[in-house]
């Protein structure tokens, strides 16, 4: 079994900027902690994040403009910068997967089980995990290092995920026990 971190979203856009959530903001100390455990055990990172084109992408009839590719809001939180050997990926739709590298990138490292952080938990964590389960992964979700808008969005998301893909649902001191 050869495993990766995909952080999903963790960028000034969700954090502080258009969608500034105090809800996101807590679980940074513990993405944070689940990447320098990872670069110690030598287990790939990649990231994930939304780089949308300001005149193009249909997500703007849904949202307010956030992430616009080359701006600050798109930029990963100054706390989780990747770090050289990390891999980054830029998407424009909900999946990490969707039009991007990331299964190529997920072939050519071996690996079969995706642990799933980030943001938003119901919405591009979940598109993210959809993806993965329809490709045949194992999908690992440390709730404490995932967050939706509210408590109760954040709990269906968990409750689909783990129903739906077979997602192990954990925590972040559960998962670094067993690795």
Same mark, same amino acid.
């Given at each position: 079994? !050869?495993?990766?971190?995909?952080?999903?979203?963790?960028?000034?856009?969700?954090?502080?900027? =258009?969608?500034?959530?105090?809800?996101?903001?807590?679980?940074?100390?513990?993405?944070?902690?689940?990447?320098?455990?990872?670069?110690?055990?030598?287990?790939?990172?990649?990231?994930? #994040?939304?780089?949308?084109?300001?005149? %193009?992408?249909? *997500?703007?009839? =849904?949202?307010? /403009?956030?992430? =616009?590719?080359?701006?600050?809001?798109? *930029?990963?939180?100054? *706390? /989780?910068?990747?770090?050289?050997?990390?891999?980054?990926?830029?998407?424009?739709?909900?999946?990490?997967?969707?039009?991007?590298?990331?299964?190529? $990138?997920?072939?050519? /490292?071996? %690996?079969?089980? /995706? $642990?799933?952080?980030?943001l938003v938990?119901? $919405?591009? %964590?979940?598109?993210?995990?959809?993806?993965?389960?329809?490709r045949g992964?194992?999908?690992? %979700?440390?709730?404490?290092? =995932?967050?939706? #808008? #509210?408590?109760?969005?954040?709990?269906?998301?968990?409750?689909?995920?783990?129903k739906v893909?077979?997602?192990? $649902?954990? #925590?972040?001191? *559960?998962?670094? !026990?067993?690795?």
């Amino acid at each position: 079994m !050869k495993t990766t971190v995909v952080v999903v979203d963790m960028i000034n856009d969700f954090v502080t900027g =258009v969608f500034e959530s105090q809800r996101a903001v807590k679980i940074i100390p513990n993405v944070k902690r689940l990447l320098d455990f990872a670069r110690r055990e030598k287990i790939p990172i990649i990231y994930a #994040s939304d780089a949308h084109l300001p005149d %193009v992408d249909k *997500e703007f009839g =849904v949202w307010p /403009l956030h992430a =616009v590719a080359g701006t600050w809001g798109a *930029e990963i939180i100054d *706390e /989780l910068r990747p770090e050289r050997g990390d891999y980054t990926i830029q998407k424009r739709k909900y999946s990490a997967f969707q039009e991007t590298d990331l299964d190529q $990138i997920l072939r050519e /490292l071996g %690996v079969d089980t /995706l $642990i799933i952080v980030g943001l938003v938990t119901d $919405i591009c %964590v979940q598109h993210t995990a959809a993806d993965a389960f329809f490709r045949g992964y194992r999908i690992i %979700v440390p709730q404490d290092c =995932v967050e939706a #808008s #509210s408590a109760q969005i954040q709990r269906v998301a968990i409750d689909y995920m783990k129903k739906v893909y077979g997602s192990e $649902i954990t #925590s972040l001191n *559960e998962l670094l !026990k067993k690795k």
